[in-house]
């Protein structure tokens, strides 16, 4: 089977190690200042040229409470006037993007993240997506796989109603855990009665996908307490589970500095959260698709993963990878063709350049041949968790040994520990190591070195 895992206490402590989670590859870290509005243009109109199809994600940053272990880019306010400016800067952004593509060009993913995107009214709503379909062409048959993220607090019937007729079809709902203690510790009081409203609307409205966000390593968890959350989560029965590891970074994000670091579960206690999650979603009938993500056999992405045509972009395990993908808003990021740029993180300069009728690309990178050939090999394996060397020798006109020798030594000592099969025509990550994919990918990383790991979290 696809998803086998094999529990190994003794690899796991070996190669859980600090890395990033191939999002992209190279990943933002590369991201220079050197790649700004004229890139973005000349991609665009390359995109337009191919008639390649478009994958939209809007972020709307504003959330009306501060969540302490959140890593987002987020406006923290309850004025809820704040929004009408940013969806004019938002607007304009949609209007300068979309005169340098075809209006032809199908948008058959759309995404709203946040931040809270139903922060906004439910009028500041119907505006953005009225203003989408007038500048892009998005689906009206409910073909397209148009989502959006939810916090159950913010949301309710009517607005689940508003969402669907718009066109949403997936919820994406952030859980994280229901344990009362850990939900205070964390500054995020939501009961399992909000959250099974807002499932229940989805499934009534016929939403056609429900994903939930659960986080292990959060203050006050345990093995027991978490085992209890996902068991409340496997009855609600989502399509997707994201079960993330909580990175505590204080020194870099602000509110987790409001996390009192005694309360944090131990690395012991982690590894027994995740092992236990595991067994009971397995259990349940869900699928591992790779990292953090499950989802049961009929979903979209399990489908895919059977049929190797599984991708992965900056909004995680996707069907949509062939699409280019534009971002709007603060901080968004784009992946055009061999182009990847973002938008300025900082709300005012993003609607202060927007203003002046400026796009507010503050940085990016163009792949060279290496980076598109590395980004081949881990999008393969991170995936599909096996790579057939003739077929990157095929697309590149290398001889993958010769281009790769000098990793053969890593590659053979992950081989003899148990992580991955390695031969002459492929290497094959073993059940093992499958929770360990980004140790894998991790060898193939040109600019790791030069990375402070610091800012990346662990594999477990």
Not at 3 to 17: F, K, N
Not at 124 to 146: C, I, P, T, V
Request: with cysteine; proline share 4%.
């Amino acid at each position: 089977m696809l998803d086998a895992i094999r529990w190994d206490t003794d690899l796991i402590r070996r190669y859980d190690l600090a890395g990033p989670r191939y999002t992209s590859y190279p990943t933002a870290v590369q991201f220079n200042s050197q790649v700004g509005t004229f890139d973005l243009f000349h991609a665009l109109r390359d995109s337009r040229k191919a008639q390649r199809p478009l994958s939209l994600y809007v972020h709307v940053p504003f959330c009306a409470n501060i969540c302490y272990y959140c890593a987002c880019n987020k406006v923290i306010t309850k004025d809820r006037g704040r929004a009408q400016p940013y969806l004019q800067r938002l607007e304009q952004e949609i209007q300068l993007i979309a005169c340098h593509l075809d209006p032809t060009q199908k948008v058959e993913q759309l995404h709203f993240g946040g931040g809270t995107p139903t922060f906004l009214s439910h009028d500041e709503l119907r505006q953005l997506m009225a203003h989408l379909r007038k500048h892009f062409n998005l689906l009206d048959d409910d073909s397209g796989d148009y989502g959006i993220e939810i916090d159950p607090r913010e949301a309710d019937w009517s607005t689940m109603g508003l969402l669907r007729e718009l066109g949403f079809n997936r919820v994406s709902i952030g859980l994280q855990d229901l344990d009362p203690a850990v939900q205070r510790a964390v500054n995020r009081l939501q009961s399992l009665e909000e959250t099974r409203a807002v499932i229940d609307a989805a499934r009534t409205l016929q939403f056609r996908s429900i994903n939930i966000d659960l986080i292990y390593g959060l203050p006050r968890q345990t093995p027991e307490n978490f085992a209890r959350t996902v068991e409340e989560v496997i009855n609600l029965q989502p399509d997707r589970l994201s079960v993330f590891n909580y990175a505590h970074l204080p020194e870099r994000f602000m509110p987790q500095r409001r996390i009192n670091s005694n309360e944090l579960p131990t690395p012991a206690q982690k590894l027994e959260m995740l092992q236990r999650t595991i067994e009971q979603l397995i259990n349940a009938g869900y699928r591992y698709i790779g990292m953090d993500h499950f989802a049961l056999p009929d979903d979209e992405l399990a489908i895919a993963q059977e049929e190797s045509t599984l991708q992965r972009n900056f909004q995680g395990y996707t069907t949509h990878g062939h699409c280019d993908l534009i971002g709007l808003g603060v901080s968004a990021i784009s992946q055009i063709g061999d182009l990847y740029c973002q938008n300025s993180s900082d709300l005012n300069h993003y609607q202060n350049t927007l203003a002046s009728l400026q796009l507010a690309t503050s940085r990016g990178l163009l792949c060279n041949a290496d980076d598109r050939l590395r980004r081949a090999v881990i999008q393969q394996l991170i995936c599909h968790f096996s790579l057939e060397f003739s077929d990157i020798e095929q697309a590149f006109n290398i001889d993958f040994q010769g281009y790769f020798g000098e990793l053969w030594p890593q590659l053979q000592g992950m081989a003899k520990d148990g992580l991955i099969e390695l031969d002459r025509d492929r290497i094959t990550i073993l059940p093992a190591g499958r929770l360990l994919v980004r140790s894998v990918c991790m060898v193939f990383d040109a600019y790791l070195e030069q990375h402070n790991r610091q800012r990346f979290s662990r594999v477990i």
